[in-house]
């Protein structure tokens, strides 16, 4: 399974953003492949391994940062990459987007950042949507919740009051697809 450069962008510059005092002790803490990606010019365009490049950093920017809180620190991260993505010509797209076209879209984005996988919308009305992953390889709970808090996101950049989300099936638990239920007002 890999990873779009992008994503180790977002992850590294998460921390350098929110906890600078921390960043050198999150790059000492990466085995010595990951570090290697870190201390380098990371290529957006480039795939990296999952686990290397992009799980194993985001565990510890949550133990080093949120004391292990999974749901806390992997959203913190899938907001900041949320914001770090849907500025500028994004953003006017946002505010024009229906919310169940922005999570349409959203999916179809995630398939781009991370191969193979296939993730799709599977219900939406006015004021739902559940988005469905069916296969993600080596997907962990922290990953589902950074994707869940990226979508959240940007559904408050689409200026949808009160979004949130809950679970369903979880293929960190082993499940056979996960279910993120999103909603807004």
Known sequence: MNVKG??????????????????????????????????STLDATKWYPLKEGYLIPIKMVIDLCFKGDIPKGADAIGRFSADVALKGFYKVFLLIASPGFMIKRASKIFSTFY???????????????????????????????????????ALELANCREPHYEFGKRLSKGDEFTDIRFGWS
């Open 115 to 153: 191969d193979p996988s296939e993730i799709n919308v599977i219900e939406q009305d006015s004021n739902h949507a559940t988005l469905r992953i069916i296969q993600f390889d080596e997907i962990d709970s922290a990953l589902e919740y950074r994707i869940a808090g990226w979508i959240v996101r």
């Open 6 to 39: 992008t994503a180790l962008t977002t992850t590294r510059d998460f921390v350098k953003t929110n906890f600078p005092e921390k960043f050198n002790e999150f790059i000492e803490s990466l085995p010595p492949v990951t570090k290697s990606y870190y201390t």
